[in-house]
């Protein structure tokens, strides 16, 4: 079921556990500001979660209350997280899910980064 965008932050959500360590991830990168790690059910050769280290339920809260450095940090590390993939030279996909439009399904703040094949159009018709 997609959340809530709007509802406050549920520090038992999955990606929260993750960061707390008590949930196994496969790690691709990590900084003061963020986690990169394999999502569990892959959509494309490269599919990978770039989260703030910071509680924000979604891109609109991060966006909306985050400071200017982690702003920075975390947009700075998705792009740091492609680079590190080999993505740049064939191109790739972000994505941020936000609220029930949006599909989201995990209350913490990803960005998607898809890689590693042609993604075709950018929303199914
Ligand atoms: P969204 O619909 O944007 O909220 O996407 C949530 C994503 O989290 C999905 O692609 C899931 O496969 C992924 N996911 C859920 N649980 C885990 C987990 N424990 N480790 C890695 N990825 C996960």
Redesign the pocket.
């Known amino acids: 079921m997609p959340i809530d965008a709007l509802a406050p932050y549920d520090d038992q959500n999955?990606f929260a556990r993750?960061l707390r360590g008590e949930?196994p991830?496969r790690t691709v990168y990590e900084d003061e500001w963020a986690l990169a790690?394999?999502?569990?059910?892959p959509q494309a050769p490269v599919h990978v979660?770039v989260i703030p280290k910071g509680a924000y339920v979604s891109w609109d809260d991060f966006t909306a209350k985050a400071p200017d450095e982690e702003v920075a940090g975390f947009i700075r590390a998705v792009g740091h997280v492609a680079r590190e993939l080999g993505l740049p030279a064939t191109g790739y996909r972000l994505l941020a899910?936000i609220g029930m439009h949006g599909?989201?399904?995990?209350p913490h703040l990803?960005v998607?980064i898809f890689g590693g094949r042609q993604m075709g159009l950018m929303l199914p018709r």
């Open positions: 999955i993750i949930i991830n790690f394999h999502d569990i059910n979660l899910n599909h989201q399904e995990v990803h998607h």
